[in-house]
Every structure is written in C-alpha cells, then in structure tokens.
C-alpha cells in the first residue's frame, strides 16, 4: 500500500521570502502522479502543481516549484515570493497509474501543513 | 463553468438519524471521487464512480455508508445511522478521465457534518 508523509504540521514564512514544505511517500509502483493541493479556510481544494512520475524535469507553476526526487521518493514544494493569500493547509497527494496507462482512481493524501504567511 | 458543487454546505443531525449528502461534478465529468477529512487528519478517500463502470468502494468504512451516481452526474453519498464519529467534512471531486493527462481532480467545497 502506498503511504504519503508530511513531516512538517505547521510552518510560516515572512511576506516575499520563500519557503519549502517537504512530502515523502512510500511504493513500489513505477508509474504514478504525485500532486500538491492548497485548502484555504473556505475549505476548497485547489490544485497548486502535478508531476508525472516518468519526467525527470520538475514542474513550476507562477511562483510554484517542486524538486521531484524519484529515487528517494521525495515530493517537496517551493513557494517563491510567499504572499498572504498563500496562508492555508497544504497537502501532497499520490495516484497511482496502472500498466495500461489508466489512474487507480483515488488519491492518497499526507495529513498536511499548515502555512502561515506573515506580514 | 460551474466547479463541483455539493449541498448541503453545512449539516447537524442526531446520532442515529441517517443523512444524504449531494455532489454536483463538473459537466462531462466521468469520474467521481468521495472523501472524508476529519479534524486534524488528511483526507480519506471512500468512493469511486467511473462511467458506467462498477463503483470502487473499497475505502468505505462500514456497511452504513453507501453512495450512488445517477444517469453518471449528480452523485449522493448516504450515512446510515449516523456515529459521532462520522462527524467530518466530506469532499466530492470529479476528474475528465478520458486520457492520462486529464486525470485531476477538482473538488467542491465540501460538506460539514456534526453528528451530536
């Protein structure tokens, strides 16, 4: 069964610094999507950035990076120029791709962290 | 370009009283996911409807809760007998899935359960 871990339940950063939130996760599969989703307190889930497992360039996105680590199963996600409205539980997400090219279906999530960002 | 939509936003009821909760997916949506976040966990996945397909139920977590997709939309996920311990937010999302590419999934703004 895969797992995902996020080791840091909280974090904040100051206005325009940048700021890293780590995620790891436990397979055996080759071929999966890892995700970051941002829930601000209005409760929505946004997708903030996806990888695919079998690219080795990590994906930006604005001011959004990852440093996508394959070997060592790690996920980590980088805001740049951390704004207020970036202030909101993050979380990492795993889906797996079965051999024909098709999802499993289901995410699975990491409990998440919290990120404040202070004026 | 409606987003995921689920009703009610908020729902108290009493312990033992069953409960329907409503997700509207994205038009031309296939697929459909249920999860379940209670406080302080991450988000628990429950249901998936695929199409016509069978539905994966394999994370529900006891007989008592049930979903159904009708006519592959609107979806509604029923609590039987509801526990406190079924007090959660729940979140709908839907995703394309008509290519490996288009496998995200969006989701609604949920709906709070407090089962008192």
């Known amino acids: 069964a895969q797992t995902v ?4 339940p909280e974090m904040s950063v100051q206005e325009a610094e940048t700021v890293t939130l780590s995620c ?3 397979t055996s599969e080759n071929n999966y999507y890892l995700f970051w989703y941002k829930q601000p307190p209005s409760r929505q889930m946004i997708l903030v950035i996806r990888q695919e497992a079998y690219k080795q360039q990590n994906a930006t996105e ?3 990076s990852v440093n996508f ?3 060592a199963k790690s996920f980590s996600l980088k805001i740049s120029d951390s704004q207020l409205g970036d202030t909101a539980m993050y979380f990492c997400a795993f889906m797996k791709l079965l051999n024909y090219g098709g999802s499993q279906g289901n995410l699975i999530f990491g409990k998440g962290t919290k990120l404040s960002v202070k004026p | 370009g409606a987003g995921v939509s689920q009703s009610p936003s908020n729902k108290v009821t009493e312990k033992g009283k069953d409960v329907e909760l409503r997700c509207d997916p994205i038009s031309g949506h296939t697929a459909l996911y249920w999860y379940r976040q209670s406080l302080g966990q991450g988000l628990e996945f429950l249901i998936y409807f695929q199409g016509n397909s ?7 977590p006891s007989d008592r809760f049930s979903a159904e997709r009708t006519g592959g939309s609107v979806s509604t996920l029923t609590i039987q007998r509801t526990q406190q311990e ?3 937010v729940y979140l709908c999302a839907s995703s394309l899935r008509k290519a ?6 969006y989701f609604g703004p949920g709906t709070r359960l407090l089962v008192l």
């Open chain 1, 62 to 64: 604005n001011r959004f």
């Open chain 2, 100 to 105: 490996t590419l288009q496998e995200t999934q």
């Open chain 2, 54 to 60: 069978a539905p994966d139920k394999s994370g529900l």
């Open chain 1, 69 to 71: 680590q394959k070997a």
């Open chain 1, 24 to 26: 790891t996760y436990d």
């Open chain 2, 86 to 88: 079924d007090s959660a």
């Open chain 1, 5 to 8: 871990t996020q080791s840091q």
